[in-house]
């Protein structure tokens, strides 16, 4: 490791800077990156998804979250690098760092398609103010000392069949260029894989975990251009998308193609949140830029009728296979070794099942005892654990589904739960109950309603730290916004009709044992409580799986939490014996009975 950034930096010193910056993050600002754009894991050996290094001449750091504390400790060389945990008093943030360590005149590197524009702006006024010099290098300079860098995916992509996406590539494109006349802009540069996924109506598979293609667009009133290596696009899929409308032009086009959009000297529509330094600097040697969030974003989280019925039939066949995978847990645990990792691909295999499975949405969470206090925990061989007739095991697991994508977590007690492990629970079943029943008007937002998910776990002095929910694409990332129910992620975008999100609070009890329920919910109209001057809208749940009751506390639980809980599991009954055998459907009706 150390040779790694011993060369890296000496390519710092021929470019005149000292220091430079190593984000998570690709051309495309994608939460899950490729192999052959995972920089920052080649250069300091962490493999966590989330985490920024920055090396200075004679200093190494990794700045991440308490969800990879254990790991980065685990994986980083103590000798080169220094571990700083986010979040945890007195630690800085790798800029406050980094401003204390540079000197008035000298230079930060950076790759400017790794920094969204808006990043770049903040740290632009904030370093120059200090005298220290932004240099973008677009030559990566990991990429110069990578030997033997994995190559670019080559996946053939597919169309998404209308059946699924319920609108043509052509209609989403007339939608778009109304909002781009609105804004007088002649064109709208898309850089957000899962944006150009949805617009052209396109899927692929060269990002773990979300069905997108590494790829560009550039829409105008008349062109709609898809940048893309053209060995991924069969002569089938060409002619469809030109029956939409759509050109497709190498991905290399890109540059160019932006060169000559500049050259125009007109207005062209920018989202700052996601649009690269890179893709700015290029523009603004002529086009007039304006920065707006996309409308795609909106449109892609307002699912359509067809998206909709999708959700409900996925959440079934879902819901089939983690009771299939309970059922089996019960049956095998003393019997044979289940282990967190045989455990989690066990889960595959059942949702592997359906003929429209296309992969998992997420790394699956299969934590047992005191790793499930580690909210993103991920299993490996190293800390793999076998599961016994004792203590709390959690599960966190989504598929992609040709017709929509799923994200459920279920809590299990494997023995006797204890009495503070009961209450525990409980309080986090009220806090999704609780936020289920909430009716709110037209406008609110996931920030207004987080904290109703919590007041349970408050009322014993109790919380925690991620957010309540996250949108949820159809068939695509199984995060996505511009909607969150959050504290913290929440933008201001008001909850509307058609969105997905998750409600999934949780308790981590350090070094003892985590606990979550997560649920899918759709949000509706409140025709009960909507009138001539105000409209309403609530939550209708989508996940259909047992909650474990053998963790509940009944005396806690009002008489409408109740029997929200029963109706939700003779729902869950109806729904899912269909589609079981004989020892699966005992299995459910004993988890499904009333309290």
């Known amino acids: 490791m150390s040779e790694k950034v011993r060369e890296l930096r000496r390519l710092m010193k021929d470019y005149g800077i000292q220091a430079y910056f190593v984000p998570s993050s690709d051309p495309h600002q994608s939460e899950y990156v490729p192999e052959f754009w995972q920089r920052r894991k080649f250069i300091s050996g962490f493999t966590g998804s989330a985490g920024d290094v920055v090396i200075t001449k004679t200093k190494a750091g990794l700045w991440t979250d308490s969800r990879y504390f254990l790991q980065a400790e685990q994986q980083l060389d103590s000798r080169v690098f ?51 010099l932004l240099k973008s290098i677009e030559k990566n300079l990991v990429d110069a000392v990578w030997e033997q860098r994995p190559e670019p995916p ?32 002649v064109a ?92 700015v600097n290029t523009l603004k040697r002529g086009a007039h830029l304006t920065f707006k969030p996309s409308p795609i974003a909106l ?35 003393g019997k044979s070794e289940v282990t967190e990792i045989s455990a989690a691909k066990r889960v595959a295999e059942f949702q592997a099942l359906d003929p429209l499975f296309r992969g998992q949405s997420f790394e699956t969470i299969s934590s047992y ?12 061989p190293e800390t793999d654990i076998p ?10 697991a989504g598929g992609q589904y040709q017709d929509a994508t799923t994200d459920m977590t279920r809590t299990v007690s494997l023995g006797e739960p204890t009495e503070e492990q009961k209450e525990n629970f409980t309080r986090i079943l009220k806090g999704v109950i609780g936020l289920t029943l909430t009716s709110f008007p037209q406008g609110t937002s996931g920030k207004q309603l987080d904290s109703i998910a919590r007041l349970a776990l408050w009322e014993k002095g109790l919380n925690f730290g991620h957010g309540v929910g996250h949108g949820v694409g159809s068939y695509l ?8 129910i959050s504290y913290y992620r929440c933008i201001g975008v008001g909850l509307e009709p058609g969105m997905i999100t998750s409600i999934e609070p949780g308790y981590y009890k350090e070094n003892e044992y985590g606990m979550r329920v997560e649920n899918m919910a759709v949000v509706v109209k409140d ?29 806690l639980l009002t008489q409408a939490e109740i029997k929200w809980l029963n109706d939700y599991h003779r729902r869950v009954r109806e729904k899912l014996t269909p589609y079981l055998n004989e020892l699966e459907t005992g299995w459910l009706l004993k988890a499904t009975t009333p309290l």
């Open 82 to 132: 220094t571990l700083f945990k986010i979040g945890l008093p007195g630690v800085p943030t790798w800029k406050e760092w980094l401003l204390k360590e540079l000197k008035s005149g000298e230079a930060l590197g950076f790759d400017p398609k790794l920094i969204t524009h808006k990043d770049f702006s903040s740290l632009k006024k904030e370093f120059e103010s200090k005298g220290i």
């Open 154 to 185: 080559l996946n053939k992509i597919v169309i998404h069949p209308i059946k699924y996406a319920g609108e043509s590539a052509a209609s989403k494109l007339g939608r778009l260029r109304e909002k781009m006349a609105a804004e007088q802009a």
């Open 188 to 279: 709208h540069v898309l850089t957000l894989l899962d944006a150009i996924a949805w617009l052209f109506n396109i899927r692929g598979s060269d990002v773990k975990y979300n069905p997108v293609a590494i790829s560009y667009a550039i829409v105008t009133a008349k062109k709609a251009m898809l940048f893309i290596d053209l060995n991924k696009v069969s002569a089938e899929v060409r002619k469809i998308l030109k029956e939409e409308s759509v050109e497709v032009h190498n991905y290399s086009d890109f540059g160019p193609a932006l060169r000559q959009l500049a050259k125009g000297k007109k207005r062209v529509w920018l989202d700052e949140g996601t649009v690269s330094q890179w893709v």
């Open 299 to 333: 449109f892609k989280a307002i699912k359509n009728e067809a998206e909709l019925s999708g959700f409900e039939a996925a959440h079934i066949r879902d819901g089939v296979a983690m009771v299939k995978f309970l059922s089996w847990l019960e049956g095998a645990l």
């Open 369 to 380: 005892g005191s790793h499930g206090a580690i909210v993103h925990y991920a299993s490996t």
């Open 387 to 396: 599961l016994k007739r004792e203590g709390i095991y959690l599960i966190d």
């Open 477 to 484: 990332n199984v995060h996505e916004g511009p909607q969150a």
């Open 527 to 555: 025709e009960e409580k909507s009138s001539a001057g105000l409209t309403f809208y609530k939550f209708e749940t989508l996940t259909l799986c047992p909650i474990d009751t053998r963790l509940v506390k009944k005396e």
